[in-house]
T-cell receptor, first 115, second 111 residues
Framework: AQTVTQSQPEMSVQEAETVTLSCTYDTSESDYYLFWYKQPPSRQMILVIRQEAYKQQNATENRFSVNFQKAAKSFSLKISDSQLGDAAMYFCAYRRGATGNQFYFGTGTSLTVIP | AAGVIQSPRHLIKEKRETATLKCYPIPRHDTVYWYQQGPGQDPQFLISFYEKMQSDKGSIPDRFSAQQFSDYHSELNMSSLELGDSALYFC??????????FGSGTQLSVL
């Protein structure tokens, strides 16, 4: 079974600083996708970034980037130049590849941004 | 750009009543997912549909059923509601093998 683990229930970062959120996953599959979703107080689920397992290059979206370590089954999210609007719950998610459907979510990391 | 539409946004029911939640996926998306998120919890997968056929099933209670219609909208039917069913219910859609786009959710309160 696939599992996603986020070992940091809460994190805080000073505005304009950089923070890294950790995520590890367990799978026996070789073809899969990894995601980070952001859930602000409004409770909407917003896609932050996506990584295909077959790609060695780490995904980047503006101030958000990932450190994907396939052998270690690690998928951390780095937020640079943190902004107040980045404050939210962040969920790491895993999805199997070609025949897969279900997204598996971690338990989330609550990020506080300190002005 | 069009997003996933869920209705209603809020729903209040009493125990043992029934509820129907609706989801309209992004046009041309062929897969619909339902997730349940309790207070302070991560989203729990309930069920998904690909091209109107059930494609995956998670922790959906037998009291719940869902279907996807010919226009690709989906409905989650919940019967014999219990207090523990109070949660935020997300619908999400995707094109096969692509990222998930979530609706704003339906907040269900069972009194």
């Amino acid at each position: 079974a696939q599992t996603v683990t986020q070992s940091q229930p809460e994190m805080s970062v000073q505005e304009a600083e950089t923070v890294t959120l950790s995520c590890t996953y367990d799978t026996s599959e070789s073809d899969y996708y990894l995601f980070w979703y952001k859930q602000p107080p409004s409770r909407q689920m917003i896609l932050v970034i996506r990584q295909e397992a077959y790609k060695q290059q780490n995904a980047t979206e503006n101030r958000f980037s990932v450190n994907f370590q396939k052998a270690a089954k690690s998928f951390s999210l780095k937020i640079s130049d943190s902004q107040l609007g980045d404050a939210a719950m962040y969920f790491c998610a895993y999805r199997r590849g070609a025949t897969g459907n279900q997204f598996y979510f971690g338990t989330g990391t609550s990020l506080t941004v300190i002005p | 750009a069009a997003g996933v539409i869920q209705s209603p946004r809020h729903l209040i029911k009493e125990k043992r009543e029934t509820a129907t939640l609706k989801c309209y996926p992004i046009p041309r998306h062929d897969t619909v997912y339902w997730y349940q998120q309790g207070p302070g919890q991560d989203p729990q997968f309930l069920i998904s549909f690909y091209e109107k056929m059930q494609s995956d099933k998670g922790s959906i209670p037998d009291r719940f059923s869902a279907q996807q219609f010919s226009d690709y909208h989906s409905e989650l039917n919940m019967s014999s509601l219990e207090l523990g069913d109070s949660a935020l219910y997300f619908c999400a859609s995707s094109i096969w093998d692509e990222k998930l786009f979530f609706g704003s959710g339906t907040q269900l309160s069972v009194l």
